[in-house]
């Protein structure tokens, strides 16, 4: 059998967007922040952590490895 779906409208897939909201990361307002409940693992870009005025002395070892990000 053979199904067929037709490109929805803007208008009915404007709920699938990514939510970003506006926050404050140890006091530093970030503009884009990513909501998702679901990830198992929460990523910043390197350039974010950076803005906030953090550096490798910042960071922790850990031997957890990503895979398919």
């Known amino acids: 059998m ?3 779906f037709e490109k929805p409208s803007d208008d009915e897939r404007q709920h699938l967007k990514a939510l970003f909201l506006k926050g404050r990361v140890d006091g530093q307002p970030i503009s884009k922040i990513l909501i998702d409940g679901g990830a198992a693992i929460n990523i910043m870009p390197y350039t974010v952590y950076r803005k906030l005025g953090k ?15």
């Not at 550096?55 to 990000?69: A, R």
């Open 55 to 69: 550096g490798d002395q910042d960071l922790t070892n850990t031997d957890m490895m990503l895979k398919d990000f």
């Open 2 to 4: 053979t199904a067929m």
